[in-house]
């Protein structure tokens, strides 16, 4: 039994009140916004019990994220057309380390929940529904999905696989606090699927240790944090992210950093768009790597 015993402020930091002037009528933000977006801001303004003041660019904050999480549904549910649901895929690296992440998040959020940390919940799904699997995984498998002919249909089909289970755990850990837009998803992608009347009467989520993959996880970090730092590099040298790289040169800075980053050749080469990578083991010159001292790059366009 989760009491909240806060009070709304206005956004002058005061008790809301008409009287005060600082009064914002539920249906004028529910017509701008929406329920769902309105509940983010609810949810994730405040540790259950404190005041929890009322500002436009929460709620809008809110609306947004909504809108990058129905496009990146849209986005996967192009791709998954021809997809049947399945247990064995070869997976790669990033695949890999995407379901662990997912598993990590089940039990951040599992556990926020139950203690009625609702504002953790909140951006713990929103951090990785935005940036973990939007911004860092589905960039990543573009590639694979767009160009089977390339990339080979095994490593298309893992991309569906993870991206399939992602989109689907997220609308699962998130309908508590979104609950409109995760059913109308739900009942688009996934109903068919998986036979439940309404994501709200399907089986809470489960994170179990044994799908971790805590070596992935490392090595996962790693090879995104080097396609981030090259996709920026590209954009700081006024390269649009579509125009191929003629020459990528990656001084790995140990033998162990150059075999992880050999293993996910293919998906850098792909999201960054490069025509011929060389991985070294020895440290060299050009971009460190953020967070990575010993990775740094050369781009020749």
């Known amino acids: ?11 002058d930091g005061r008790k809301m009140s008409k009287s005060l002037g600082n009064y914002v009528a539920t249906p004028q933000v529910f017509g701008k916004y929406g329920a769902d977006a309105t509940r ?3 949810a994730g303004g405040g540790a259950t019990g404190s005041d929890i003041p009322f500002r436009w660019p929460d709620v809008e904050y809110g609306w947004r994220f909504l809108i990058k999480l129905w496009n990146a549904a849209r986005f996967a549910s192009q791709h998954l057309q021809d997809y049947t649901p399945q ?10 380390w995407m379901l662990t992440k997912l598993e990590k998040l089940t039990a951040t959020v599992t556990e926020a929940f139950e203690n ?3 504002n953790i919940a909140t951006e713990e799904i929103r951090n990785f529904a935005w940036h973990t699997l939007c911004d ?33 755990r997220v609308l699962q850990l998130l309908a508590p606090i979104s609950p409109h837009v995760t059913e109308e ?22 994170s179990r240790k044994e799908r971790m993959d805590e070596e992935a996880e490392r090595y996962g970090d790693l090879a995104v944090a080097v396609i981030r730092d090259i996709r920026r590099e590209k954009a700081k040298q006024r ?12 001084y790995a800075g140990s033998r162990k950093s150059a075999a992880i980053l050999g293993e996910a ?14 991985i070294f083991q020895e440290k060299g010159e050009g971009r460190e790597v953020e967070g990575y001292p010993n990775v740094r790059f050369l781009i020749e366009p």
């Open 136 to 168: 860092e995984y589905i960039e990543a498998i573009k590639h694979r999905l767009y160009r089977p002919e390339a990339y080979g249909g095994e490593k298309r089909l893992a991309a569906q696989h993870v991206l399939y289970a992602a989109i689907y």
């Open 87 to 96: 247990e064995r895929v070869d997976l790669a690296l990033l695949d890999r």
């Open 40 to 42: 983010q801001w609810a």
């Open 1 to 11: 039994s989760c009491l909240i015993n806060g009070m709304v402020l206005g956004t």
């Open 116 to 118: 009625c940390q609702f």
């Open 239 to 250: 390269m649009p992210l579509n125009v191929p790289i003629e020459k990528l040169a990656i």
């Open 265 to 278: 050749r293919e998906d850098i080469e792909g999201t960054c768009k490069t025509r011929r990578i060389e």
């Open 185 to 206: 998803i739900y009942q688009t992608m996934y109903a068919d699927d998986m036979k439940h009347k309404s994501i709200h009467v399907s089986p809470w989520p489960s």
